[in-house]
Nanobody, 125 residues
Framework: QVQLVESGGGLVQAGGSLRLSCGASASGRALGTYTMGWFRQAPRKEREFVAAISWSGGNTYYSDSVKGRFTISRDIAKKTMYLQMNSLKSEDTAVYYC????????????????WGQGTQVTVSS
């Protein structure tokens, strides 16, 4: 079992920045083989992939819509993943979810095993 807790959401003006955090705890198994990811769901839209990182190697993956603006990272010692979001746009408004899976990186939300409760990000224009 992996427990994930997001934090850091809030209200920000367009062009501003926010940093999301996702604290992870895993019972009985180290996080070394895991992939961690961020997804988001805007009102009346499907949940979509934002970014992912391999916990051990730190390889990163981004959706085209956030590439160059968002940066995913992790602190192994703190068991925490981050999403630094810069140059925010109104279309980034969504609930952001942290997720993990016990295998190689994937862009498909259906392949993630564990999810956090989500944190709201609202970008005002």
């Amino acid at each position: 079992q992996v427990q994930l807790v997001e934090s850091g959401g809030g209200l920000v003006q367009a062009g501003g920045s926010l940093r999301l955090s996702c604290g992870a705890s895993a019972s009985g198994r180290a996080l070394g083989t895991y992939t961690m990811g961020w997804f988001r769901q805007a009102p009346r839209k499907e949940r979509e992939f934002v970014a992912a990182i391999s916990w051990s190697g730190g390889n990163t993956y981004y959706s085209d819509s956030v590439k160059g603006r968002f940066t995913i990272s992790r602190d192994i010692a703190k068991k925490t993943m981050y999403l630094q979001m810069n140059s925010l746009k109104s279309e980034d408004t969504a609930v952001y979810y942290c997720a993990s899976r016990r295998s190689s990186p994937s862009l498909s939300l259906g392949e993630y095993d564990y999810w956090g409760q989500g944190t709201q990000v609202t970008v005002s224009s």
